[in-house]
């Protein structure tokens, strides 16, 4: 069992820190935003919470950074500075490439990795942190050039000890692939929730309550992550309004039968996510 | 209690079915798909599967329309035929004002008028059926120009005998938002599946699965409802189109302020469906 620092504690660290805890690990929490601490250690998310910076990340066997990306970046080279050789140092960001180059610029690079939960809520903070988020969920591995593969495997296992799967992949294929996975379903949500926006609520199913879950969610990760990912996030969004388009010129001459051509290609090229996601 | 014919056993003329007989209704239903009626009687959505059209409506106090909306519009005039006086006539199709228009043609069309139960899943078939699919669920009543206020009265007590909650509108009112908020958040969950169609779907989560559930749902109806609901999807689109080329400017100019300001927009015009519809 480790003694892991988790510097960040929302909606993600705080569920990765909970899970471990509940894996048996000793887990020390430090957020700088105040009071998100003792929400932690009051919901059990934390053995401790730590004051500074330093006080969380001393003697750590673990460091996990789960601040938003651009923190993720800064903190960096101070965890580096502050840890001994054999800490391992992985991150929850969800933008990969500028981590692990950063990653690779550490004076003793070889025992830090990237990380990506693929997990999460329309919620945030640690009110909302869950020790199931992960469960069963793919956890992205991504070594940077530098990273040895005994960091790659004790990363492994720990992701392993939350319940999450870990896969590994380049970072730049990382950012591509959640470009088109995760960031544009969620600038799609947010583009529908402003069609929204003065629409008669009252006649709002299931449907697009799903379609507006992530319009709802937290804003303030977007910038980093539209900052980071910002050419593959543009090729998906230009080959979404291709799609759109070609769907808008279906209705509007009326070819229902191109339309449900086009459906029935989608629901197929979505069907395995009716069964590899569980609820 | 009512004797009560459902016309099309689905999804949702099976789920009305098994709500209305939980009621304490006799209920009877007619499916021209072989196979649906004895799948509704062994499900105990109906008490009685009848062979014909006319065996199911006949001595029927209510008939229900729950087929596809093309369907709809041509078993009016039949049923029209086939019924007393006093036999309510309602529907459950997704697009009301052709067929409020096709009731106020009846020859006796005092006691038709359209609904349109705001409710689904992406699954299909009276083997999905559910007495609870539209518990709490909003569920619109269209009045015809010709249709009587005793009419709209029994339609909306059948209604809350279901467990839903009738609210009334006109037909070119419902058409109109329901293309923003149910056949816009479709299209838009289609094209975002095609964009999937080459994706690694190993890093997605519970986001993009559900905002391309919708993708994954029955083809079939989509042809009517595109067709009789076309000038107001293609201006929903238009509109979704201007927004998502929007938000396409912030992100390929890196302008985070701007983008922010767009999701904190869309979140606050979507929060109440995060309240009011239940899961």
Redesign the interface.
């Known amino acids: 069992m480790a003694r892991v620092a988790v510097v960040g504690i929302g909606l993600i660290g705080g569920s990765m820190a909970a899970a471990l805890r509940l894996a048996g690990h000793e887990v020390r929490g430090f957020d700088s935003t105040p009071g998100r601490g003792a929400v932690a250690v009051s919901r059990g998310l934390v053995d401790q919470s730590a004051g500074t910076l330093d006080e969380c990340v001393r003697d750590a066997d673990t460091v996990i950074l789960a601040t938003p990306v651009a923190a993720i970046l800064s903190l960096l080279s101070q965890v580096d500075a502050l840890t001994s050789d054999d800490t391992l140092i992985l991150d929850a960001g969800s933008v990969k490439a500028d981590v692990v180059n950063a990653m690779a610029a550490l004076s003793r690079p070889g025992r830090a990795i990237g990380g990506h939960p ?5 919620a945030s903070g640690p009110e909302a942190a869950d020790a199931q988020l992960l469960a069963g ?2 956890f ?1 591995l991504c070594p940077s050039r530098r990273t040895t593969p005994g960091t790659a495997e004790r990363a492994a296992a720990l992701v392993r000890s939350m319940g999450a799967l870990p ?1 590994r992949l380049e970072a730049d294929r ?1 950012d591509a ?2 470009a ?3 960031h ?14 003065h ?19 937290d ?2 990760i ?2 980093d992550i ?2 980071l990912n ?1 050419a593959n ?2 090729e ?6 291709r ?6 010129r ?3 001459s ?1 070819d ?2 191109a ?2 051509d ?6 197929r ?6 069964e ?2 569980a609820v």
Chains 1, 2 share one sequence.
């Open positions: 693929i997990a999460g809520t329309e969920r793919t992205a896969i990382h692939v959640v088109r996975t995760s544009l379903p969620q600038v799609a949500s947010t583009a529908l929730a402003l069609c929204l926006e629409a008669d609520l009252s006649l709002a199913g299931p449907g697009v309550r799903d379609m507006t879950r992530l319009a709802r969610s804003a303030g977007w910038g539209v900052r910002r996030i543009a998906a969004m230009r080959e979404f309004a799609r759109f388009d070609d769907i808008g279906m209705v509007e009326g229902t039968s339309l449900a086009a459906m029935q290609r989608a629901g090229a979505v069907a395995p996510l009716a590899t996601v």
